[in-house]
């Protein structure tokens, strides 16, 4: 069954550094999506991407952060300068272009900022 | 904004029970979700539902949207030690693709 696969499971970096989350969303899928989830609390929506642009983004989604396609395979999350709070579980999600919406979801990169 | 309200919050329950949890919301919603969360990993899709009324099964779960559109609900039957985990719904609402999640159920199974 195709997946989504997100690299790396487990990033541990210091406040202020950039990180980079990669994933690699279901080949035939057209829109793209990056979640968030704090620990013990619910999954927050950051960004979804269509067609090489973001569609919409989320309150959370500021300057600090960008996303990219950089060729036909990767979807990738930057963020600038980390701080802190930034510490969640990054979820990458990918759907099809049909009328259907259901998701599906990678397993997650762990991101712990010290 | 959007919001789903989630119940309830943790249930914990014996070998072979059936389960019961909902959602609701003070906005109509197009679509509903259910996923299932197990420690250190994604959701993983169990049911969708993407017309009022509708009523859908998989396996031992069945999931209906709601004639009103503001809610739904997710029925276990006879659950299992591996239902343990953690149950979202979520929902689009509009032409959105963005899911609002809720808070998450914490189902634990006593064998």
């Known amino acids: 069954e195709p997946e989504v696969t997100q690299t790396p499971s487990h990033q541990v970096t210091q406040m202020g550094q950039e990180v980079i989350l990669r994933c690699v969303p279901i080949?035939?899928?057209?829109?793209f999506y990056w979640y968030r989830q704090i620990l013990g609390q619910k999954v927050e929506f950051l960004v979804s991407f269509y067609n090489n642009e973001i569609s919409e983004k989320s309150e959370i989604f500021d300057d600090q952060f960008s996303v990219e396609r950089p060729d036909g395979s990767n979807f990738t999350l930057k963020i600038r300068s980390t701080k802190l709070e930034d510490s969640a579980m990054y979820f990458c999600a990918s759907s099809p272009g049909q009328n259907k919406h259901g998701y599906t979801f990678g397993s997650g990169t762990r991101l712990t900022v010290v | 904004g959007q919001q789903l309200n989630q119940s309830p919050q943790s249930m914990f329950i014996q070998e072979g029970e059936d389960v019961s949890m909902n959602c609701t919301s003070s906005s109509i919603f197009n679509t509903w979700l259910w996923y299932k969360q197990d420690p250190g990993e994604g959701p993983v899709l169990l049911i969708a539902?993407?017309?009022a009324g509708e009523l859908t099964s998989n396996g031992r779960l069945t999931a209906q949207f709601g004639i009103t559109r503001k809610d739904s609900f997710l029925n276990i039957s006879a659950s299992i030690p591996s239902d343990v985990g953690i149950y979202f719904c979520?929902?689009?609402?509009?032409?959105?693709?963005?899911?609002?999640w809720g808070l998450g159920t914490s189902l634990a199974v006593n064998p």
């Open positions: 080949s035939n899928h057209l829109y």
């Open positions: 539902l993407y017309k």
């Open positions: 979520a929902g689009q609402a509009g032409n959105n693709r963005k899911l609002i």
